[in-house]
């Protein structure tokens, strides 16, 4: 299906089935992920797949009591650095020098602002919100590409997330947990909204149209007017 016809057919989906999806649909979905858009391409954040039942029974046991996590086929976990400094900096340069055959002088000014923006932010957790925002655009693409898979994802905070990455050992990878997405496919006979007509804000709301001054170069300063323009 084209991509609209696969938009309007995802829903968050509550109840899942448990069958399993193809590795390869899941391997497609989170390179989706690996390819999103990041501040600077930096991308302070990883991907996590749950695979096995029992660990996503003891996670619904504790951390993340919703059925989705021992109903879905693979629980992916997006997770932020926890330190985002000037080595996780200097190592992405030099990725980025390998990739590209540069040097590492080639990119010294793109070191220097990266730099410069991360140690702008007043406070560890306005840097770590930051890292956060980062993994939802990745969490967007990898929702998008499992509806073109014609996979059921439900994208899900409400869990314990200190709880998660003890669980998981994520702390010890230098990784803290801020979003689940769970792929598996829909158990229309349990999920009550399985059938259920998408709710959305019409356009006339979504899109507001913005008013354009009837005379524009009332709203251009004269030191913004190109050489030459008569005022």
């Not at 954040?45 to 695979?51: D, E, I, M, P, Q």
């Not at 890292?131 to 655009?137: L, V």
């Not at 003890?166 to 702390?171: A, D, R, S, T």
């Given at each position: 299906m084209n991509y609209m016809d696969a938009f309007n057919w995802r829903y968050a989906t509550k109840r899942m089935s448990g069958s399993a999806v193809p590795e390869d649909k899941v391997r497609r979905v989170c390179e989706a992920g690996r390819l999103a858009p990041s501040s600077f391409g930096l991308q302070p954040?990883?991907?996590?797949?749950?695979?096995d039942a029992q660990q996503k029974l003891r996670l619904f046991e504790g951390p993340a009591p919703q059925p989705q996590v021992t109903e879905c086929s693979h629980l992916l976990?997006?997770?932020?650095?926890?330190?985002?400094?000037?080595?996780?900096?200097?190592?992405?340069?030099?990725?980025?020098?390998?990739?590209?055959g540069l040097s590492m002088g080639d990119l010294h000014g793109y070191s220097r602002a990266i730099k410069g923006t991360l140690d702008g932010f007043e406070s560890v957790a306005a840097k770590r919100e930051?890292?956060?925002?980062?993994?939802?655009?990745?969490?967007?693409?990898?929702?998008a590409a499992a509806a073109l898979e014609a996979v059921d994802a439900t994208p899900m905070e409400g869990f314990d997330p200190d709880a998660l990455d003890?669980?998981?050992?994520?702390?010890?990878?230098?990784?803290?947990?801020?979003?689940?997405?769970?792929?598996?496919?829909?158990?229309?006979?349990?999920?009550?909204?399985?059938?259920?007509?998408?709710?959305?804000?019409?356009?006339s709301v979504f899109m507001p149209e913005i008013a354009v001054p009837a005379d524009v170069s009332k709203t251009v300063r004269p030191c913004e007017r190109s050489k030459g323009e008569k005022p």
């Open positions: 954040y990883a991907l996590v797949t749950v695979r976990v997006l997770a932020t650095r926890i330190t985002i400094d000037d080595q996780l900096v200097d190592d992405f340069i030099q990725l980025t020098a390998n990739v590209r930051w890292a956060r925002s980062q993994a939802y655009i990745a969490m967007g693409f990898i929702l003890e669980m998981l050992g994520l702390k010890e990878q230098g990784l803290h947990s801020v979003a689940l997405v769970a792929l598996g496919y829909r158990d229309e006979a349990r999920d009550h909204v399985a059938r259920a007509a998408k709710v959305r804000w019409p356009k």
